[in-house]
């Protein structure tokens, strides 16, 4: 079975609980069940936090639309990076003054990436 792999990087968290109750929030908002496989604190900002979400692939689906839908669901833009060789593709996502977000909780996140897992 297909897997999905999202990495997110949110701030204005300030403890571990706001962290948590943040990744609840979120995976509440998305229409597949993800997994929060990690919640560590993020080095770089003092106020953010990385997490980990993982979640299976519905059968059947095409994978390109799939994980556009699912990712506008959180914020736009995303860039597309596809390698040929590999045959395989990866979006990021970088906030900035074009962001866009659907719902309020994912104002915080500043940076995603969204890969599938064969």
Not at 54 to 79: C, H, K, M, Y
Request: overall charge negative.
């Amino acid at each position: 079975m297909l897997k999905v792999a999202l990495s997110i990087e949110a701030r204005d968290l300030n403890n571990d609980e706001d962290a948590k109750q943040f990744a609840e929030g979120f995976m509440e908002c998305l229409e597949i069940n993800y997994r929060c496989l990690s919640i560590e604190p993020y080095e770089k900002f003092y106020d953010s936090y990385k997490f980990e979400f993982e979640a299976d692939l519905p059968d059947g689906v095409d994978l390109l639309t799939f994980s556009a839908q699912q990712t506008a669901r959180i914020v736009s833009p995303w860039l597309l990076y596809y390698s040929n060789e590999k045959q395989t593709f990866e979006l990021v996502f970088i906030k900035s003054h074009n962001t866009q977000r659907a719902f309020l909780v994912f104002g915080r996140v500043l940076w995603g990436h969204w890969r599938i897992i064969f």
